[in-house]
């Protein structure tokens, strides 16, 4: 049973294969560059790779536009290639998840091609069309204020199709058996291949129903029990990661009140909550988001996030507050997109500063579920904010102090590799770090191995702890009559701050650093007080009144047996 719900104590890393490592010397990354960096991910400590679309593909939009679901774009290798990568990671201990991009696929792709050519088409009822423009073309477009309209009109098929998201993206008509069993066929073929699951985009357009005639769509969330049935059946321990930015009273219509729909999904609401905690300095409203997405299946698992491929998203929070989250970290309007996010990697909107780098990817190792990482966020890559829309934050993954960061041989680079200001490839990268003991890089490897050693995080329940102080989050964890405690001060400024663990008797009194020998003793009343530097932050294991003089022993067993201390 542990083994099928891997996911609960798991570490993720996203990733692009075509600006991740180039071992052809082309340009563009690929599986055989991937396959090189695999004991760097394994040492990271890494225990989940999780791919972004690398299927043929007309790269009209990073290759979320797919032309053919059953193949590897040939610019990233072959089906040999990614057999060979996947046979690799599970030689290390490593699983691999695939985005599952079937909303929509390319106007390229031989489905569509077949389905403008004739109204008599097979393929015609596999997307979704209308004989005249419908009257709310102008209204629930995906990228406002670059998206005009979410229905083309298609010269050769003489009709209007539907497009939640870029005019080269057409919808496919998700209602349809024909697309659902074809859905099923894709999922079937990549586990096949050695996948241990998939990363589905845009999960709520894809049971949404869609036509002219639908005003409010309706979510056909059975759909989602059909997935989930379909890798029961072909890979007990195979997964989906649902991205859904749904409000909290809508999460256990994809988990399923029985956990018989989606396995995990990203937590975006509590993504957003967190951000703006981070630029005010004020955890309650985090908390709050907290407790409302809180209720899941035993055998459902949140995906915990700071920064990934798209903008950061802020559009469930309230005016002001989004409001300061731009002041804070994307006060130029070149920063941000869509009218509702940030377009910026973590690093550069938390000004470089060290300290909140670690408060914030501490937050995200310690919050309720299982963390994701975004390459390069480990060594705290930058930006490029002249790339337009979100390419900005999709640049080549800075290896060395080499040509093109160590990334590749050719001059001419998929996308610009940063080679200017503070966040250039000469001052990060990776072998510049890797002999840093103090880096960014062995920081993040340290903070993995800890957060694997507290299975209490993936799998137990959590409460937050009363203060006094809102700029202090307190949480414990319970699992399996084990308990651990973490503190983050978001404010800029020191904070003394008293609290109680809140367990019976003894159990609380003792609290045991997991990151450094600061540990903590409650006094007489049960109370521990603790001074936080700015930024900082405290894992504790709860432990016995004994737990340190038992340490002590057996440090000083094997120091007399060795000489040297355990």
């Not at 951000?275 to 709050?288: G, M």
């Not at 072998?431 to 993995?448: C, F, G, Y």
Request: aromatic share 12%.
């Amino acid at each position: 049973m542990i083994d099928d719900l891997w996911y609960k104590n798991s570490v993720f890393y996203c990733l692009s294969v075509g600006t991740f490592m180039d071992a052809n010397g082309d340009g563009i990354g690929d599986f055989k560059g991937l396959l090189r960096r695999l004991d760097y991910l394994q040492g990271l400590g890494v225990t989940a790779i999780w791919l972004m679309p690398f299927q043929p593909s007309p790269h009209k939009d990073d290759g979320y536009d797919i032309a053919d679901y059953y193949g590897v774009d040939p610019r990233y290798g072959s089906l040999g290639d990614f057999v060979e990568f996947t046979h690799g990671c599970r030689q290390r201990g490593m699983r691999v998840i695939i985005d599952l991009v079937v909303n929509h696929t390319s106007d390229q792709h031989p489905w569509f091609l077949d389905a403008r050519s004739s109204p008599d088409s097979p393929y015609r009822d596999w997307y979704v069309w209308a004989d005249k423009k419908p009257a709310n073309a102008g209204k629930g477009m995906v990228f406002p204020g670059v998206q005009k309209s979410t229905w083309t009109r298609d010269k050769v098929a003489g009709a209007w199709f539907f497009h939640r998201f870029y005019d080269f993206q057409p919808d496919l008509n998700t209602s349809n058996p024909h697309v659902q069993a074809e859905i099923l066929k894709i999922m079937g073929f990549w586990i096949q291949l050695g996948v241990s699951g998939f990363r589905m985009d845009a999960v709520p357009f894809v049971i949404a129903t869609k036509g002219a005639k639908v005003g409010k769509p309706i979510e056909q969330y059975d759909m989602l029990r059909s997935f989930r049935e379909f890798l029961q059946w072909r890979q007990g321990n195979a997964v989906i990661l649902a991205e859904a930015n749904v409000l909290p009273e809508t999460d256990m219509e994809y988990f399923g009140d029985d956990g018989d729909r989606m396995h995990m999904m990203f937590n975006f609401f509590v993504n957003q909550n967190l951000f703006y905690a981070l630029a005010s300095a004020d955890s309650r409203p985090l908390a709050k988001a907290l407790q409302a997405t809180k209720p899941r299946p035993a055998t459902a698992q949140w995906g915990l996030f700071l920064r990934n491929h798209d903008e950061l998203d802020l559009g469930r929070l309230t005016k002001a507050q989004r409001e300061l989250v731009f002041e804070k970290f994307g006060p130029d309007k070149t920063m941000q997109l869509y009218d509702r996010g940030i377009r910026r990697r973590l690093a550069p909107m938390l000004g470089g500063d060290r300290r909140r780098l670690e408060l914030a990817y501490s937050l995200m190792f310690t919050l309720p579920g299982t963390p994701v990482i975004r390459y390069g966020d480990e060594i705290a890559m930058g930006d490029n904010l002249d790339l337009p829309e979100r390419n900005c934050a999709r640049t080549p993954m800075q290896w060395s102090t080499e040509p093109q960061a160590g990334f590749t041989k050719s001059d001419r680079p998929c996308s610009p590799v940063i080679d200017v200001g503070p966040y250039g490839y000469e001052h990060v990268n990776v072998a510049k770090q890797r002999r840093d003991p103090n880096s960014m890089l062995n920081w993040t490897e340290r903070v993995i191995r800890m957060r694997k050693e507290v299975p209490e995080v993936g799998w137990g329940d959590f409460k937050v702890i009363a203060t006094r102080d809102p700029s202090v989050l307190v949480m414990r964890y319970d699992w399996r009559n084990n308990s651990v405690l973490f503190v983050h001060n978001l404010d800029e400024k020191p904070r003394e701050v008293s609290f109680a663990v809140g367990l019976p008797g003894d159990a609380g009194k003792l609290l045991v650093n997991l990151l450094s020998e600061d540990h903590s003793r409650a006094n007489e009343r049960g109370k521990h007080t603790l001074v936080l530097e700015g930024y900082g932050y405290r894992w504790y294991r709860v432990g016995g009144l004994d737990y340190l003089l038992k340490r002590s022993d057996i440090d000083a067993d094997a120091k007399g047996k060795t000489g040297h201390p355990a």
